[in-house]
């Protein structure tokens, strides 16, 4: 993995691979660690998380056997009920096996036991299930990817092989049905699909703070910014979709993200910052989480510790103009597993 990491810093950014779909849709089991990451806020009622990772396993890549530990993967499933402020969530992690816990090259269709998530022609169809819920979604989008960065090279710090290949897919139209605690719901919002692949994503950095928006005008806002251990900001980025007009990438420089509200988690005293001042190209904005309790203790799976949950997006006036989710990790135990 480093010798291919300084053969790529070899590389100008231009010079990286461009994306290409829907090849790029599908598993990359070469790289260093890859995610398919699914969020959505379905009405008032309900968000949900739905993250899928896999990482090289101790096996060799040209093992045989298929069921040697060529690959791992991990799935975390969170699910917050706005009504009663609370946050249910589970975790995996299995070894691949084929039709049991397996990605697919070529195109996204992601198996861990009854977690799924596949492209359709017009979307994704997605489930999942936790303690007391189980979900079934369809998701349907005419617009293409966001490529983030530059062309899906997305830049994640000073040096030239601290990048990732990155993508979204923001507005999903969302028909879901929910089986909670035995009562079935049928529940309709928008969704957010990232899908992340990389060989050297963080460096030295101990944590990021990321936020995904779906706006009410029908476009989209990516912010992001990594952290170093003194918790000082290491690298930032970011992108802006406009209904009609080109998508829009920024660099470390236009993105500023500053918390002005903490909360304390009462389970494992780690403080989360769950309001936030924003600047960037979209504005000067604030950030404010749904409710604060959405901490995800996923330390049987990752080993982590991080925070992920639905947050309002507010202009300046403090009118709400966007719904999505913030992700905050770094802030209690190890650094993330990236």
């Given at each position: 993995?480093?010798?291919?990491?300084?053969?790529?810093?070899?590389?100008?950014?231009?010079?990286?691979?461009?994306?290409?779909?829907?090849?790029?849709?599908?598993?990359?089991?070469?790289?260093?660690?890859?995610?398919?990451?699914?969020?959505?806020?379905?009405?008032?009622?309900?968000?949900?998380?739905?993250?899928?990772?896999?990482?090289?396993?101790?096996?060799?890549?040209?093992?045989?056997?298929?069921?040697?530990?060529?690959?791992?993967?991990?799935?975390?499933?969170?699910?917050?009920?706005?009504?009663?402020?609370?946050?249910?969530?589970?975790?995996?992690?299995?070894?691949?096996?084929?039709?049991?816990?397996?990605?697919?090259?070529?195109?996204?269709?992601?198996?861990?036991?009854?977690?799924?998530?596949?492209?359709?022609?017009?979307?994704?169809?997605?489930?999942?299930?936790?303690?007391?819920?189980?979900?079934?979604?369809?998701?349907?989008?005419?617009?293409?990817?966001?490529?983030?960065?530059?062309?899906?090279?997305?830049?994640?710090?000073?040096?030239?092989?601290?990048?990732?290949?990155?993508?979204?897919?923001?507005?999903?139209?969302?028909?879901?049905?929910?089986?909670?605690?035995?009562?079935?719901?049928?529940?309709?919002?928008?969704?957010?699909?990232?899908?992340?692949?990389?060989?050297?994503?963080?460096?030295?950095?101990?944590?990021?703070?990321?936020?995904?928006?779906?706006?009410?005008?029908?476009?989209?806002?990516?912010?992001?910014?990594?952290?170093?251990?003194?918790?000082?900001?290491?690298?930032?980025?970011?992108?802006?979709?406009?209904?009609?007009?080109?998508?829009?990438?920024?660099?470390?420089?236009?993105?500023?993200?500053?918390?002005?509200?903490?909360?304390?988690?009462?389970?494992?005293?780690?403080?989360?910052?769950?309001?936030w001042r924003l600047k960037s190209p979209a504005?000067?904005?604030?950030?404010?989480?749904?409710?604060?309790?959405?901490?995800?203790?996923?330390?049987?799976?990752?080993?982590?510790?991080?925070?992920?949950?639905?947050?309002?997006?507010?202009?300046?006036?403090?009118?709400?103009?966007?719904?999505?989710?913030?992700?905050?990790?770094?802030?209690?135990?190890?650094?993330?597993?990236?």
């Amino acid at each position: 993995m480093k010798r291919r990491a300084l053969l790529l810093a070899a590389l100008p950014l231009h010079a990286h691979a461009a994306l290409k779909f829907p090849h790029d849709f599908g598993a990359h089991p070469q790289r260093g660690i890859e995610w398919w990451y699914l969020t959505g806020i379905l009405g008032d009622r309900m968000g949900y998380q739905l993250t899928f990772f896999s990482l090289p396993g101790t096996a060799a890549a040209d093992h045989p056997s298929g069921l040697a530990a060529k690959q791992l993967m991990l799935g975390h499933v969170a699910l917050s009920d706005l009504s009663t402020r609370k946050q249910r969530h589970t975790q995996r992690l299995l070894r691949a096996l084929p039709g049991v816990a397996q990605t697919q090259v070529g195109d996204c269709d992601v198996k861990l036991r009854d977690w799924t998530l596949k492209r359709t022609a017009d979307g994704y169809r997605a489930a999942f299930n936790g303690p007391g819920f189980a979900m079934q979604l369809q998701l349907t989008t005419p617009e293409p990817p966001v490529q983030q960065g530059d062309a899906g090279i997305s830049r994640k710090g000073s040096d030239a092989d601290q990048f990732s290949h990155y993508y979204s897919r923001p507005q999903l139209a969302t028909q879901a049905a929910l089986t909670l605690d035995g009562r079935a719901l049928r529940l309709a919002g928008r969704s957010w699909l990232d899908h992340e692949w990389s060989d050297n994503y963080l460096g030295n950095t101990a944590g990021w703070d990321w936020l995904g928006i779906n706006l009410d005008d029908g476009g989209a806002l990516t912010l992001f910014q990594l952290r170093r251990a003194d918790g000082s900001r290491d690298w930032a980025g970011g992108s802006q979709r406009r209904p009609g007009q080109p998508d829009r990438s920024f660099g470390a420089d236009e993105v500023d993200m500053t918390p002005i509200r903490h909360w304390t988690s009462p389970v494992t005293g780690g403080r989360w910052p769950v309001e936030w001042r924003l600047k960037s190209p979209a504005g000067e904005l604030r950030l404010a989480a749904a409710f604060d309790a959405q901490e995800v203790d996923a330390r049987r799976s990752s080993g982590l510790v991080y925070w992920e949950g639905v947050a309002w997006l507010l202009d300046a006036g403090g009118r709400r103009i966007g719904a999505g989710y913030l992700e905050l990790t770094g802030y209690v135990g190890k650094p993330p597993l990236v």
